[in-house]
């Protein structure tokens, strides 16, 4: 509805503004809604990737933006490969934008539909600006799907940007990259509790065609009694159709995850996608997740930068593209795995993340 003197607006459509506005806060939208709005949730997560094949190097950017009893803080981490650069650190403000995708801690991180600062210090920087952007184009619903509509879930995903050109530097500990040309995607993730016990993710581009663009998402969702696993999967066609599989009854995903492996299933009545992903445990990140009401971050997921992916995509039982990428992200999640590996690692009981033990 347009923003209208409440004077004037009929109290039955005053209604509805309160009823919708109850129904986003917790953390679900309408079919044709904006999921990039924030919701006022717990957490509301906002994930940036930049890949260059040609050099083999990959930059990621993340920003929790969470809600204690106090008002709202942050989770910010910054990390490359080659070199297993890793920085994070909590931030004592934060804010999600109202009106579309907007995640600000201060003078520490920026990032906007296309562009993105961080500063983490003189030796954690990125300065980067996107163009042609590839958005989502599946406009009834998210990375979520239907599970979008489901008011509650203790987790919510969508990958809004499939693709994108970045312009920019950043400086990564006694580095400076030149990001110009590299590719880009981002997403967002957000829900009433922070992240659930489980979970997997995975991401790549870098593949010979260079449109081509692969994301899953998968874990235990819970709202209430509901509990269930769901893994949702989204292609991009190098030919730039989106293939979006993993609704439990017309298109389900098996997934199958460990540390080092990631085998994925999906079917509907016209799409098949398989992913194959394999990655070496020592040379994964060890990346932090927020405990949103006692404002500190813990150790939560083990997530390769640099791993390998296998994609195949059928329709009607016709092989239509497969490709494969060095320069995956795979990500197993949950706090008491990805705590074991910290102490594994050598680090202590209060280390919140681990840099890879094995550098390229």
Known sequence: MPDLDPTVIPAPARAARRLLARYRASGADLPYGDPLRAHGVAMEGY????T????????????????????????????????????????????????????????????????????????????????????WSRRSFG????????????????????????????????????????????????????FPDSWWWGQAQGFAEDAACVAFAGGQVSAGPLRTTVTAV???????????????????VRAEVADEHW???????????EVEGRGDLGRAHVLPVPLPLERRNVPGAIEHLAAQMRVVVRHRGRTVWSGESTLAALEHGGIARARA????????????????????
Do not use: C, M
């Not at 994930?47 to 930049?50: D, E, L, M, S, V």
């Not at 030919?239 to 993993?246: A, E, I, P, S, T």
């Open 47 to 50: 994930f940036w990737r930049f």
């Open 52 to 135: 260059d094949p040609h050099t083999g190097r990959v930059v990621i950017a993340l920003n929790g933006v969470n809600r204690a009893a106090d008002g709202r803080w942050a989770t910010l981490g910054l990390a490359a490969h080659p070199g297993g650069f890793l920085r994070t650190t909590v931030h004592p403000e934060a804010t999600a934008g109202p009106d579309g995708l907007g995640a600000r801690a201060g003078d520490a991180f920026h990032g906007t539909p296309d562009a993105l600062r961080v500063d983490l210090g003189p030796t954690a920087r990125l300065d980067v600006r996107l163009e042609d952007a590839v958005p």
């Open 143 to 194: 990375g979520s799907s239907v599970f979008q509509t489901v008011p509650g879930l203790n987790q919510y995903w969508h990958p809004w940007l499939l693709g994108g050109r970045a312009h920019g530097t950043a400086v990564l500990g006694e580095q400076a990259w030149d990001l110009d040309g590299w590719t880009a995607y981002g997403e967002k993730n957000w829900g009433r509790g922070g």
């Open 234 to 252: 989204v292609v991009r066609l190098p030919d730039g159709r989106v293939v979006r599989l993993g609704d439990p009854v017309v298109s389900p």
């Open 263 to 273: 085998s994925l299933r999906g079917r509907s009545a016209r799409w098949s996608v």
């Open 341 to 360: 590996e910290v102490l594994r690692r050598g680090g202590t009981a209060t280390d919140v993340d681990a840099a890879p033990v094995v550098l390229d």
